[in-house]
């Protein structure tokens, strides 16, 4: 129920009595509207700075979220150039100096794949061609066992022994000779 003059003078005030009342009652109206409209200003104000953090949190979550892509992309492409220069033969204790020389943004992923991994070797192996040698496999040697000779050495034995037969196995000759059995 609103507050009227007719209602003040049903209520059979004063004229006097009226005006006052409907003034005070305008001032507490109009204390009320000045309070409502600093709360509006005020709850107004802590949304658009609540929409100003949401925002400024949102975009620092996606710049991390990329970042993190970006590592985990960069740590992949990383991996893919190791197997790859185990391919091309570098050798494996050289691996992990050879990565710093790698820079990380030049690595170009295209799905799971490294597109650009054939230029990144070629550029290694142009530059640090000797960590990319591959081994040369050079025979040994066979060994000349001595003859075997089913016991001591016996005259004949010796008889039968070319020079470099006796010079190979002249330990034992020399051991025959020592014990005086010839």
Request: with cysteine.
């Amino acid at each position: 129920m609103s507050l009227t003059r007719q209602l003040l003078k049903d209520l059979q005030l004063g004229d006097e009595a009226i005006e006052q009342v409907i003034a005070a009652h305008i001032e507490t109206v109009n204390a009320l509207k000045a309070e409502r409209d600093a709360a509006t200003a005020e709850l107004e104000a802590l949304r658009a700075t609540a929409d100003q953090s949401t925002a400024e949190v949102q975009a620092a979550f996606d710049a991390y979220r990329t970042q993190i892509e970006t590592d985990r992309n960069t740590a992949k492409a990383l991996d893919m150039v190791r197997l790859a220069m185990i391919q091309a033969g570098c050798n494996e204790k050289a691996i992990d100096l050879l990565m710093q020389a790698i820079d990380p943004a030049t690595l170009e992923m295209d799905g799971g794949t490294l597109k650009n991994q054939a230029e990144i070797i070629a550029e290694l192996k142009g530059k640090y061609a000797a960590f990319f040698a591959q081994p040369i496999r050079m025979a040994a040697p066979t060994i000349q066992p001595p003859i075997p000779t089913g016991g001591a050495l016996t005259r004949e034995d010796l008889s039968r022994m070319s020079a470099d037969e006796i010079n190979r196995n002249w330990n034992a000759v020399k051991g025959v000779l020592a014990k005086g059995a010839i």
